[in-house]
């Protein structure tokens, strides 16, 4: 485990944390005016391996080939110019630091964006450490400065990462669907008012990330996917940007607990580990194009989840007993659209993007996210 320091002072500023692998909607916007959650759980730090942050480069000021050397292979709007490495961590687990009051409202709109650089600073010496996260439509993140924080190994010893089987056992999947809440809403307890049943954020991410990939594996031929929840995901966009016709690709679900996929499989839909980010591989056919989606939304996709439950509202008399069941949650009363700047960010570093047909599909994204597929 590691806590994180001041590189100004040496004095502590977090908790003792463990890494883990950087999830895919760290980066999120979600929605217009939505609440999301915190994006990391307590007890756990990321790295992010890309420069990100300001300040920001236009592409027009980057020349192809440094963007290439840099991994990014078709035009995205800027680049950041800042220093990779910048740790996430939960905003509750930091200690020893205070926002800096002129930086408190740049960029915002309901809270904190840190669009305008870090704006939080150690208590001891005033050294800006980290960028608080905290507005509308943005996870809840404290982002700490890679050259402002050290990282401290302490005595206790990090587990060994778990493995397929006990993640198998212990992990649990992520539902499809759950309830987003309104921006500065209060949610009493058994009330619902000011909240809808949405797709989820992480899935929408998820999905934009699978899509480039899946379209990347696809060849320019048609993909077929599983029928049912992977269908609802994946299909309508698929069928819509890929041609008709025959010689299809077959994209099939495989990892822990499944059977081996059949030999025609050419696109495996496979889980990423959630703390090392290593991409399950089969053994049988290394050949196959492997899709990462998050452990979570892979487990569910593979080993169906009953609905979750709708909370009630209100309570029952005191010494009444249920001899019944919460109702399931409504679905949602959109088709599910993926991600849209995670499919663009997923597959402008994709080689494959400099295929002509495959830039054709990035170039039409607006034409495609009005059409309801992102």
Not at 119 to 142: G, K, T
Request: proline letters at 12%.
């Amino acid at each position: 485990m590691f806590v994180f320091a001041c590189a100004g002072c040496g004095a502590e500023l977090t908790i003792p944390l463990s890494q883990v692998a950087l999830p895919v909607h760290a980066h999120q916007k979600y929605g217009n005016g939505t609440q999301l959650p915190v994006l990391m759980e307590s007890g756990t730090f990321a790295v992010e391996s890309e420069p990100w942050g300001p300040p920001w480069r236009m592409w027009e000021e980057i020349h192809p080939d440094e963007a290439a050397a840099r991994g990014v292979y078709a035009p995205v709007y800027a680049l950041s110019d800042g220093a990779p490495g910048s740790i996430v961590i939960a905003p509750g687990d930091a200690r020893g630091t205070v926002l800096i009051p002129e930086n408190r409202g740049g960029g915002y709109c309901c809270g904190l964006d840190g669009a305008a650089g870090p704006n939080v600073a150690c208590v001891e010496c005033a050294l800006p450490v980290a960028s608080r996260i905290d507005d509308c439509s943005l996870w809840q993140a404290m982002w700490l400065a890679p050259s402002a924080v050290r990282r401290l190994s302490v005595d206790r010893a990090d587990a060994a990462p778990l493995s397929w089987a006990e993640l198998m056992a212990q992990g649990k999947g992520t539902p499809p669907f759950e309830p987003i809440a309104s921006w500065g809403s209060r949610m009493r307890a058994g009330h619902w008012s000011n909240h809808w049943w949405s797709w989820s954020p992480q899935w929408e991410a998820a999905a934009g990330r699978a899509l480039a990939h899946l379209l990347a594996a696809s060849e320019g031929r048609p993909v077929i996917v599983p029928d049912g929840l992977a269908a609802e995901v994946f299909r309508r966009a698929l069928d819509a940007m890929l041609p008709a016709g025959p010689q299809a690709r077959r994209a099939v679900l495989a990892g822990p607990g499944l059977p081996a996929p059949d030999g025609d499989a050419r696109i495996l839909l496979v889980p990423a580990h959630p703390q090392t980010g290593q991409v399950w591989a089969p053994a049988a056919d290394p050949a196959a194009y492997p899709v990462p989606l998050p452990f979570g939304v892979w487990r569910w996709l593979a080993f169906p989840e009953p609905d979750p439950p709708l909370p009630t509202s209100g309570g029952l008399p005191g010494g009444v007993l249920r001899d019944d069941f919460d109702p399931p949650a409504p679905h949602p009363r959109h088709l599910f659209r993926a991600d849209p700047e995670t499919f663009r960010h997923t597959l402008v570093r994709l080689p494959d993007v400099r295929s002509p047909w495959l830039r054709g599909i990035l170039d039409n994204l607006t034409q495609h996210t009005r059409a309801g597929f992102f």
